[in-house]
């Protein structure tokens, strides 16, 4: 066990660094741990005038209703469906783009696609639905005007519920693919180059050297990441959703985030939200720690 001389020493030689994470340190200890005591409501029936001190317990009544309300099913298995999906679909195409740009030999085209593949991450929420509803509008998006050029009917694509998963997943893919790509081509650039020069004089094509070099090498950044992804399963973002959704689509858009936000924020119903959002975290806890040990298991990868 170490001293008290030999920590403070310790303090002392690196005490600028201490200094360059603190901000981060402190955004984490008010913004994260410190806020985690009003975890207490969720067991509590709180209002605004007794506060969390003062409310009476009430044991596990909130996250009872939640279970027994007639929109559980719905929004469970909503929210699992649109994290599934997202997961599905957007997960391996960053590793396809990183791949195919680390085959492109110009440079100013590969950066040139890197720079056009960022961008729609840095454009804000609201602008992307907003071009989103633009698009798909019935009577002026361009494409429903595409649509009605080859001689069919509009589709009123934001009252569809059926069309909603694809509308939220399809965008989400186009704004992140790009920027999720960053930590695969960095991964690559890690890869000793000897290996590919060695495949080269044995006779591997740039097919077999991705199979069997690039793939091999960056599987380690792959699997770090799939744990991660599937830790927050549940974690929907819900602010897309408020952006895009509306009571015609509820059957396939309303999530635990969206309704935790218009029974717990909207409806003041404190207690409800926080209970909901906690059953939330949990099962995404439980999901990592599943995963994490399932990939330290089978590939000898993982967060711990």
């Not at 009476?56 to 469906?81: E, I």
């Not at 973002?237 to 635990?256: C, M, Q, R, S, W």
């Not at 409800?272 to 995404?284: E, H, P, T």
């Amino acid at each position: 066990m170490r001293s008290h001389a030999q920590l403070l020493r310790g303090w002392r030689r690196d005490k600028y660094l201490w200094l360059l994470v603190s901000p981060v340190l402190i955004y984490y200890v008010v913004f994260h741990y410190i806020p985690m005591y009003g975890i207490t409501i969720a067991f509590k029936d709180f209002t605004a005038v007794k506060g969390i001190l003062g409310s009476p317990w009430v044991g596990m009544k909130w996250m009872n209703q939640f279970f027994d309300s007639m929109y559980f099913n719905r929004l469970f298995f909503n929210t699992l469906k649109l994290s599934v999906y997202s997961l599905l679909w957007g997960f391996p195409i960053p590793i396809l783009f990183a791949l195919l740009l680390n085959e492109v030999k110009d440079g100013l085209f590969k950066k040139v696609t890197q720079s056009v593949s960022y961008l729609p991450h840095f454009i804000s929420i609201v602008v992307i639905c907003g071009m989103i509803l633009t698009f798909l509008s019935p009577s002026t998006g361009i494409v429903n005007m595409a649509i009605q050029a080859i001689g069919l009917e509009p589709i009123n694509f934001m009252s569809e519920s059926g069309w909603f998963r694809t509308i939220y997943i399809g965008s989400g893919i186009w704004q992140q693919f790009g920027w999720s790509s960053i930590i695969y081509i960095a991964a690559m650039a890690s890869i000793n180059p000897e290996l590919y020069e060695a495949s080269t004089c044995d006779g591997a094509d740039r097919w077999k050297q991705m199979f069997h070099i690039t793939l091999p090498g960056i599987f380690p950044t792959i699997m770090i990441l799939l744990v991660l992804s599937f830790g927050s399963i549940l974690s929907v973002g819900f602010e897309k959703i408020i952006l895009l959704y509306n009571p015609t689509t509820y059957e396939t858009a309303d999530v635990i985030s969206t309704y935790v936000y218009r029974r717990g924020l909207l409806g003041s119903e404190f207690s409800f939200g926080a209970a909901v959002s906690l059953f939330n975290s949990v099962i995404n806890f439980v999901l990592l720690i599943t995963f994490n040990w399932l990939s330290k298991k089978f590939t000898e990868v993982s967060l711990w």
